[in-house]
């Protein structure tokens, strides 16, 4: 790969904003030094432009030559017809211009609304056009990658990344858990906001293991223990594994509440009708409707109880049945002692981070009950304090970010009007709480939950369905289709939306090596203790 | 610049887009696509040499076979001393530019040549000068002429690449700019190319 720094590629010879531009390559420039996702400049007359390769293609002027191909072997034809008679043309999508007066410059870099004129030199985005599009890496923003096959580092600003629901996606083993522990130190580091983390796999908070299996991967709570709370709903799992946990939750019959039979309908086996019933129950026993209701028996009592309720007999033992599983989760108890919610937030009002280990409790049944029902109360009580301190002009309670995986099950349509994180995901920052939803199937989630997330980021995808859901309402989409199609499988990811000015192909930043982890801690202002901690860590 | 040695022969008809000349020696002729310039150094107009004829002073009397007797073809012309004077070699060019000391210019000249003025063999200094631009070429590929134009195209770069001390390339150059001119017949460049490929 060619390391000149903005080598100049050719000229603009057709395009459309639509479409983006035709670019012919001179002869110097060989086709074979292109890629896909890759960034180049426009120097139009009056403005610049920056723009992506999408295509890459092979032209003849004259179509003989592909009838009767000339003898390659001779170095004179080929050093004579190689861009002249053959040519190779890049397809670039313009993405934002920068106009050429002052108040543009201090404008910076503007969506683009018109093409380059004819014949418009092209060069390689050089790693200055690049800082001068995204930014260097500062007090807001955070250095997450770079872009391919550049030496740039590509920044993200976490504030404005936080402001808005956002989204990770990916098939399964592309690097998606990785990217997210990378964004979720970054958030720690330079954004004011908290994270709720919903750790189904007990990778975010203490260590995990890479795809290969061989080497641990440290997490949050190893790098930044004075910032980071473990919660764990199997304290006995997370002794074995060595985790120091700060909390152990307990979830009483008392806190569950219908909404969150709507949520487990699926995955419980529970009718419809069962789900309209937990409502009634709730209505008729208060607070205590699942005690009550595994409470009685076959008397005659309940049969006229279900008569008053208009529940049918069968509908009532499916309800039963699932919250019998439900009742067997050993974390559930009748009622639990300490309450969970409040312990959580007094560590996110004191600016901690969470993370809550789910141990053996792997299957998705204890996630979504406890994810669904943890969030629901956060919600309710951010927004009790938003509200007062609008009232009251007191502070406002820190920004936080719910991270959820397995985000098709919350949000899949069927569910997402009426289950907390389909509000939390439409009604966006309104109560300082916003998601980050991690999935590898994103064509299970509502459509309208997509269009609301902030920024994607997004590793490899091959199945159709989740590449148009991914990129339903982006700008070139399908050039940007033939980008994502063609990233590695490993390491790299598209990112696009609200916090990057363009959609951008990023190589990931390292994370798993102890020079890594030098990298990320270094960049935070931790005391010189912490950081004596740490170096003792990596001895 | 041009020496009286080069001088070839003497301009015997002329239009605006070629001359005819008459050589001075039988047989003097300038090879097959040189450059060739007439007129002085104020004004003067360069030539591509593409046809050349030898045959008799007069138009109806055809030269007779007369070397039944000799050893070799040189005894012919010896024993027959009028043979000089009464055969004739001519060559036609093709008007390619005009210039002066200062400026050449690859286009028409506003008037043709005239009559007797004296032709000149470009030395290869002058050549050099001249083939500096390629928009001759557009000149000569565009004429309709009795030789092949690929044939004549190809010697003309094959004769200008000898002045260049790296003939390689000077022809890649010419190549690339048939290329482009040539662009939608391409069988015409590859006539072309494969005429002036280096061995």
Same mark, same amino acid.
């Given at each position: 790969?060619?390391?000149?720094?903005?080598?100049?590629?050719?000229?603009?010879?057709?395009?459309?904003?639509?479409?983006?531009?035709?670019?012919?390559?001179?002869?110097?420039?060989?086709?074979?030094?292109?890629?896909?996702?890759?960034?180049?400049?426009?120097?139009?007359?009056?403005?610049?432009?920056?723009?992506?390769?999408?295509?890459?293609?092979?032209?003849?002027?004259?179509?003989?030559?592909?009838?009767?191909?000339?003898?390659?072997?001779?170095?004179?034809l080929?050093?004579?017809?190689? #861009?002249?008679?053959?040519?190779?043309?890049i397809?670039?999508?313009?993405? /934002?211009?920068?106009?050429?007066?002052?108040?543009?410059?201090?404008?910076?870099?503007?969506?683009?609304?018109?093409?380059?004129? $004819?014949?418009?030199?092209?060069?390689?985005?050089?790693?200055?056009?690049?800082?001068?599009?995204?930014?260097?890496?500062?007090?807001?923003?955070?250095?997450?990658?770079n872009?391919?096959?550049?030496?740039?580092? /590509?920044?993200?600003?976490?504030?404005?990344?936080?402001?808005?629901?956002?989204?990770?996606? @990916? *098939?399964?083993?592309?690097?998606?858990?990785? /990217?997210?522990?990378?964004?979720?130190?970054?958030?720690?580091? *330079?954004?004011?906001?908290?994270?709720?983390?919903?750790?189904? $796999?007990?990778?975010?908070?203490?260590?995990?293991?890479s795809? !290969?299996?061989?080497?641990?991967? *440290? =997490?949050?709570?190893?790098?930044?223990?004075? *910032?980071?709370?473990?919660?764990?709903?199997?304290?006995?799992?997370?002794?074995?594994?060595?985790?120091?946990?700060?909390?152990?939750?307990?979830?009483?019959?008392?806190?569950?509440?219908?909404?969150?039979?709507?949520?487990?309908?699926?995955?419980?086996?529970?009718?419809?009708?069962?789900?309209? =019933?937990?409502?009634?129950?709730?209505?008729?026993?208060?607070?205590?409707?699942?005690?009550?209701?595994?409470?009685?028996?076959?008397?005659?009592?309940?049969q006229?109880?279900?008569?008053?309720?208009?529940?049918?007999?069968?509908?009532?033992?499916?309800?039963?049945?699932?919250?019998?599983?439900?009742?067997?989760?050993?974390?559930?108890?009748?009622?639990?002692?300490?309450?969970?919610?409040?312990?959580?937030?007094?560590?996110?009002?004191?600016?901690?981070?969470?993370?809550?280990?789910?141990?053996?409790?792997?299957?998705?049944?204890?996630?979504?009950?406890?994810?669904?029902?943890?969030?629901?109360?956060?919600?309710?009580?951010?927004?009790?304090?938003? +509200?007062?301190?609008?009232?009251?002009?007191?502070?406002?309670?820190?920004?936080?970010?719910?991270?959820?995986?397995?985000?098709?099950?919350?949000?899949?349509p069927?569910?997402?009007?009426?289950?907390?994180?389909?509000?939390?995901?439409?009604?966006?920052?309104?109560?300082?709480?916003?998601? /980050?939803?991690?999935?590898?199937?994103?064509?299970?989630?509502?459509?309208?939950?997509?269009?609301?997330?902030?920024?994607?980021?997004?590793?490899?995808?091959?199945?159709?369905?989740?590449?148009?859901?991914?990129?339903? @309402?982006?700008?070139?989409?399908?050039?940007?289709?033939?980008?994502?199609?063609?990233?590695?499988?490993?390491?790299?990811?598209?990112?696009?939306?609200?916090?990057?000015?363009?959609?951008?192909?990023?190589?990931?930043?390292?994370?798993?090596?102890?020079e890594?982890y030098? #990298?990320?801690?270094?960049?935070a202002?931790?005391?010189?203790?912490?950081?004596k901690d740490?170096?003792?860590?990596?001895? | 610049?041009?020496?009286?040695?080069?001088?070839?022969?003497?301009?015997?008809?002329?239009?605006?887009?070629?001359?005819?000349?008459?050589?001075?020696?039988?047989?003097?002729?300038?090879?097959?696509?040189?450059?060739?310039?007439?007129?002085?150094?104020?004004?003067?107009?360069?030539?591509?040499?593409?046809?050349?004829?030898?045959?008799?002073?007069?138009?109806?009397?055809?030269?007779? =076979?007369?070397?039944?007797d000799?050893?070799s073809?040189e005894?012919?012309?010896?024993?027959?001393?009028?043979?000089?004077?009464?055969?004739?070699?001519?060559?036609?060019?093709?008007?390619? @530019? $005009?210039?002066?000391? !200062?400026?050449?210019?690859?286009?028409?000249?506003?008037?043709?040549?005239?009559?007797?003025?004296?032709?000149?063999?470009?030395?290869?200094?002058?050549?050099?000068?001249?083939?500096r631009?390629?928009?001759?070429?557009?000149?000569?590929?565009?004429?309709?002429?009795?030789?092949?134009?690929?044939?004549?195209?190809?010697?003309?770069?094959?004769?200008?690449g000898?002045?260049? +001390?790296?003939?390689?390339?000077?022809?890649?150059?010419? @190549?690339? !700019?048939?290329?482009?001119?040539?662009?939608?017949?391409?069988?015409?460049?590859?006539?072309?190319?494969?005429?002036?490929?280096?061995?």
């Open positions: 790969m060619s390391e000149e720094k903005g080598q100049t590629l050719g000229i603009v010879v057709s395009g459309s904003v639509d479409k983006g531009v035709e670019v012919r390559l001179d002869s110097s420039a060989s086709v074979e030094d292109m890629v896909v996702g890759r960034y180049v400049t426009i120097e139009g007359r009056q403005r610049r432009f920056f723009g992506m390769i999408t295509d890459i293609s092979l032209g003849v002027t004259d179509p003989q030559l592909t009838i009767n191909p000339p003898d390659v072997t001779d170095p004179f080929s050093e004579v017809l190689n #861009g002249t008679a053959t040519y190779g043309t397809h670039v999508l313009p993405m /934002l211009t920068i106009g050429g007066d002052v108040a543009s410059l201090i404008e910076g870099p503007q969506p683009v609304k018109t093409v380059p004129s $004819h014949f418009s030199g092209v060069s390689l985005a050089s790693d200055a056009d690049m800082s001068l599009v995204f930014g260097e890496e500062d007090e807001n923003r955070f250095f997450i990658g872009p391919l096959d550049m030496e740039t580092k /590509l920044c993200l600003d976490l504030p404005e990344f936080v402001k808005r629901s956002n989204g990770i996606f @990916g *098939k399964s083993g592309t690097g998606k858990t990785f /990217l997210t522990r990378i964004l979720l130190i970054g958030m720690l580091q *330079k954004s004011q906001a908290v994270n709720l983390i919903f750790d189904m $796999h007990n990778e975010y908070g203490w260590e995990g293991s795809e !290969e299996g061989r080497r641990k991967v *440290k =997490a949050l709570k190893q790098l930044f223990p004075e *910032k980071v709370a473990v919660f764990t709903l199997d304290p006995e799992n997370s002794k074995r594994r060595g985790v120091s946990t700060d909390f152990v939750v307990r979830i009483g019959y008392d806190e569950i509440e219908p909404e969150d039979m709507v949520l487990l309908r699926q995955t419980l086996n529970i009718t419809d009708l069962a789900v309209e =019933a937990a409502y009634q129950l709730r209505r008729r026993f208060g607070r205590g409707w699942i005690q009550s209701t595994l409470d009685v028996g076959e008397s005659e009592d309940t006229e109880l279900l008569k008053e309720l208009n529940i049918h007999e069968s509908t009532f033992q499916s309800l039963r049945r699932g919250l019998q599983t439900i009742g067997r989760l050993s974390f559930i108890e009748p009622h639990a002692s300490v309450d969970a919610v409040n312990s959580l937030l007094g560590y996110l009002n004191k600016g901690m981070n969470v993370v809550l280990e789910f141990g053996r409790y792997r299957d998705i049944t204890a996630y979504v009950l406890v994810a669904n029902m943890l969030a629901r109360r956060i919600y309710a009580r951010y927004q009790e304090m938003m +509200e007062r301190s609008m009232s009251e002009d007191i502070a406002q309670p820190n920004p936080l970010v719910i991270t959820i995986e397995e985000a098709h099950k919350f949000l899949n069927e569910v997402a009007s009426r289950a907390i994180f389909g509000t939390i995901a439409r009604e966006m920052r309104k109560y300082n709480v916003s998601l /980050l939803v991690i999935d590898q199937r994103p064509s299970g989630i509502d459509d309208e939950v997509m269009s609301q997330l902030g920024t994607k980021i997004t590793c490899l995808l091959d199945n159709e369905k989740d590449i148009d859901s991914v990129l339903a @309402g982006v700008s070139g989409k399908s050039e940007l289709k033939s980008v994502l199609a063609r990233l590695a499988p490993k390491q790299q990811a598209l990112i696009f939306g609200h916090a990057v000015p363009m959609p951008v192909p990023i190589r990931t930043r390292e994370y798993g090596s102890a890594s030098k #990298g990320f801690v270094g960049g202002d931790a005391g010189q203790q912490a950081k740490i170096e003792e860590l990596w001895d | 610049m041009t020496e009286p040695s080069d001088r070839v022969g003497e301009v015997i008809e002329a239009s605006t887009t070629e001359f005819v000349a008459e050589c001075y020696e039988l047989y003097g002729l300038p090879p097959l696509g040189s450059l060739v310039s007439v007129g002085d150094a104020a004004d003067k107009t360069f030539g591509i040499v593409y046809h050349a004829t030898t045959a008799s002073v007069e138009p109806g009397r055809r030269p007779i =076979a007369r070397g039944k000799e050893v073809e005894g012919i012309y010896k024993s027959s001393p009028q043979l000089e004077k009464l055969l004739r070699s001519e060559f036609s060019a093709l008007v390619v @530019g $005009h210039g002066n000391s !200062e400026a050449i210019h690859q286009f028409l000249p506003p008037k043709p040549a005239r009559i007797h003025g004296f032709v000149y063999l470009c030395p290869s200094e002058q050549v050099k000068t001249f083939s631009s390629f928009d001759f070429l557009n000149l000569l590929i565009t004429t309709s002429l009795p030789v092949s134009v690929e044939e004549l195209v190809a010697a003309t770069l094959r004769q200008m000898q002045a260049h +001390e790296d003939k390689q390339a000077f022809l890649k150059a010419a @190549g690339r !700019e048939l290329a482009t001119l040539l662009s939608s017949d391409y069988s015409r460049l590859r006539a072309i190319l494969g005429r002036i490929a280096p061995e």
